[in-house]
């Protein structure tokens, strides 16, 4: 058989997997004939198997007893990477699990072409750990080792803005300086690219990158800055003790909003500390309302809430959760100013990583010709609205939300590989 590669986005919120047909770069239906994946595998207590994506969210969502974990990329290059779960009996190390993900992305590009792929690219982010070079390469090897196990013979990896690039580049009828913004579930990314119908017939394309960097904050961070902002002072966040000396422990409250660190709060320890800060709380019902959450496993619940407002207001100026408890159903009012006020911070800081590739290009913003954007987040309003502020009457590409980095990654395996 001839050879056959291919490219693998193991994203922090979804996934795709592309290969090249007929010269063209296609993405490979993962569920049914969706070609995106939700990164999100559930463990399903009640008949011992294991599904991933929309089942995967479905099937918690439908109250089966189980453990659903979602943005498992986030893990990579931190102190959890070394960590393991619980799941029934078992301890599973998270990169485990990070491996059955991936496994199930390859045996569906397997089953696409029809034989095993034994070369793939694998897309990353500028930077899985910010200013932390080890941890980085640490990440990256962790992906690299869990690929190899699954049999892929070569592997390479890509940045995704990179990728994006790629794919962006099969449209242009000339030559542009653009500017790749891929706003992820877990990172933030940008490369400034030199694309035109010419360069995307040649292999080598060093000399037409001329910066690339990125930074840790993508939508799974807005999730967790908008819910520790507007949800979780309603279960006691920043509320005082009893003495008024001191506002109540934040960790726990932090860690409901985290998604990989939910898990944490189901612990014996966890729930005999939330007591402890009950007792000590001048407002217990508020404490209670944590509790309760913790009690019944309704973190992730709560996480896919929080994402349902945040894309809510989106498009929509004021939105409502209402979260289902033992003996209150807390209805909450949410706006887009709030919204907007959580992750504001956030939002400058990426702002501010765009300046700082713009400079270690050596090129003005009024240079680049094109930006192109790319990523689920980049629809955030604040986000978007101070990304084009910066780059008055630019031309403004919309690329695919989820798969731009999927395709570039096929396209980069067909000039790395041959295949």
């Not at 931190?78 to 496994?103: C, H, N, Q, V, Y």
């Not at 690329?399 to 999927?406: A, I, K, L, T, W």
Request: charged fraction near 25%.
């Amino acid at each position: 058989m001839r050879p056959v590669s291919g490219g693998i986005d193991f994203g922090t919120s979804n996934s795709t997997v592309g290969v090249m047909t007929n010269g063209k770069p296609r993405l490979v239906a993962l569920e049914g004939a969706e070609p995106t994946l939700p990164s999100a595998v559930f463990f399903n207590f009640e008949n011992n198997t294991t599904c991933f994506g929309r089942k995967a969210i479905a099937s918690y969502a439908g109250n089966v007893e189980g453990r659903l974990l979602r943005a498992l990329k986030s893990v990579l290059g931190t102190s959890l990477m070394a960590d393991k779960t619980r799941i029934k009996a078992r301890s599973i190390a998270f990169t485990e699990i990070i491996g059955s993900f991936l496994e199930h992305l390859k045996s569906a590009l397997d089953r696409n072409v029809g034989q095993p792929v034994e070369h793939v690219v694998l897309g990353r982010p500028v930077r899985f750990v910010d200013q932390d070079d080890t941890a980085d390469q640490s990440a990256q090897d962790a992906l690299e080792q869990a690929a190899r196990k699954l049999g892929f013979r070569n592997i390479e990896f890509q940045f995704e803005p990179i990728a994006a690039a790629l794919d962006y580049e099969q449209s242009v009828s000339r030559e542009e300086l653009a500017l790749i913004i891929d706003i992820g579930g877990g990172t933030s990314d940008f490369s400034i690219v030199r694309v035109s119908p010419e360069r995307a017939a040649t292999s080598d394309r060093k000399d037409d990158i001329l910066a690339s960097s990125g930074v840790h904050i993508g939508g799974t961070d807005f999730d967790r800055l908008f819910s520790i902002s507007q949800i979780m002072p309603h279960l006691g966040y920043l509320s005082p003790t009893k003495d008024g000396k001191r506002n109540l422990p934040a960790g726990y409250f932090i860690d409901l909003a985290t998604w990989p660190r939910i898990n944490l709060l189901y612990t014996t320890k966890a729930k005999n500390d939330l007591r402890s800060i009950r007792f000590e709380a001048a407002r217990p019902d508020l404490v209670e309302r944590l509790m309760d959450i913790v009690e019944h496993k309704q973190g992730h619940a709560l996480a896919g809430e929080v994402e349902r407002s945040k894309i809510d207001l989106t498009d929509q100026d004021a939105a409502r959760m209402a979260l289902t408890l033992t003996d209150e159903v807390l209805d909450i009012a949410l706006t887009r100013q709030g919204f907007d006020d959580s992750i504001e911070r956030a939002v400058t800081t990426i702002s501010q990583t765009i300046t700082a590739t713009l400079a270690d290009a050596g090129v003005d913003a009024s240079r680049i010709t094109t930006l192109f954007l790319t990523g689920g987040s980049t629809s955030v309003p604040l986000l978007k609205e101070t990304v084009l502020a910066m780059f008055p009457g630019v031309n403004v590409v919309a690329g695919d939300m989820f798969g731009s980095v999927g395709l570039g990654l096929a396209l980069d395996a067909q000039r790395k590989f041959g295949a």
